[in-house]
Nanobody, 127 residues
């Protein structure tokens, strides 16, 4: 089992920045990739970014490419999401997720391919 706890959400004005963190505990060595998803009210959970735990290969949704950066600190078992140039449409609950199923990074864009989830952290961007 892997336990994930997100932090760093909050309220920010459009154009501002936030950094989300996700601390992983438990059988973290079994995870091959971790990612971020988000869910706005009334919408489905959508892919944001993913990173391989070994090698650091990354993949982003087109909507955040160039503005968000996913990274990880293997020694601290922590995942990050640096969010810059935030827009009101980025408002959502952001979830950290981990997968130990061996999928390739470019296929880890659907929530069903992740088997561990955090509780989520709210990000609100005001206009």
């Amino acid at each position: 089992q892997v336990q994930l706890v997100e932090s760093g959400g909050g309220l920010v004005q459009a154009g501002g920045s936030l950094r989300l963190s996700c601390a992983a505990t438990g059988r973290t060595f079994s995870s091959n990739a971790m990612g971020w998803f988000r869910q706005a009210p009334g919408k489905e959970r959508e892919f944001v970014a993913v990173i391989s735990w070994i090698g650091g290969t990354t993949y982003y949704a087109d909507s955040v490419k160039g503005r968000f950066t996913i990274s990880r600190d293997n020694a601290k078992n922590t995942l990050y999401l640096q969010m810059n140039s935030l827009k009101p449409e980025d408002t959502a609950v952001y979830y950290c997720a981990a997968s130990d199923r061996g999928y390739s990074i470019v296929t880890l864009t659907t929530a069903t391919r992740f088997n561990y989830w955090g509780q989520g952290t709210q990000v609100t961007v005001s206009s």
